[in-house]
């Protein structure tokens, strides 16, 4: 059987070919997993996929950890803890994850894309091409949006390679304004100094 997702708001919902409208917003709080604990998963083809409107806090891996360095993370620096996670997904770059709060902490991904793709047994089988997923206006869990080699000063929940995260939520949804804000001294005399420049 397979189950086509369209839009995650308060539950999975598995789709015909057809459009469902969507539920309400979800709330996911203290989740927590063995191995790996991710909040909302679009594994297998899901294209055109929406994670709209949820608020994701607390996702907690209790045996992926720096204390357990050797247990198969997501990556070598952070938890298996992901609020959303893209995996096996050939149509990721056709999804949209907007307008959540993705309140993890900053070792743990707020939206993460494994770049492996594998078989039903689980072995790898190749390698996932396209992208990115669009990820814009979301929460990270911070005014200076998500921590990611890309966003120097971000201190927010990380974001994997193959996320288009900017312009971000400056403060949480609903309510926050889509918009990458000035956060530090440095940032403010750029903006200063490119908005008072003539054009």
């Known amino acids: 059987m397979v189950l086509r997702l369209t839009t ?7 789709q015909p070919d057809t459009q469902r409208s969507p539920s309400e917003a979800n709330t996911i709080n203290t989740l ?6 991710h909040a909302i998963g679009l594994e297998g083809d899901t294209p055109n996929a929406q994670v709209l409107d949820n608020s994701i806090s607390n996702v ?16 070598p620096t952070t938890t298996d803890a992901i609020a959303v996670l ?15 709060n993705l309140d993890v902490t900053s070792i743990d991904y707020g939206i993460a894309v494994d770049p492996t793709l594998r078989d039903p047994s689980g072995n790898p089988v190749g390698v996932l091409s396209g992208g990115p997923v669009d ?6 869990g911070s005014p200076t949006g998500p921590t990611a080699a890309s966003n120097p000063g971000g201190t927010g929940a990380q974001v994997s390679p193959n996320v288009t995260y900017s312009p971000w939520l400056g403060t949480p949804a609903p309510g926050g304004v889509c918009g990458t804000p000035v956060t530090t001294k440095d940032q403010c005399k750029k903006r200063w100094l490119a908005d008072s420049l003539p054009s």
């Open 8 to 14: 995650v708001r308060a539950r999975w919902l598995p």
């Open 32 to 37: 927590n997993g063995g191995s790996w604990a």
């Open 60 to 75: 907690n891996d209790v045996n992926c950890s720096a204390v357990n360095p050797s247990a198969n993370c997501f990556s």
């Open 86 to 100: 893209f995996q096996d997904d050939p149509s990721f770059s056709s999804g949209q994850v907007h307008n959540n």
């Open 135 to 140: 990820g814009t206006c979301n929460w990270w």
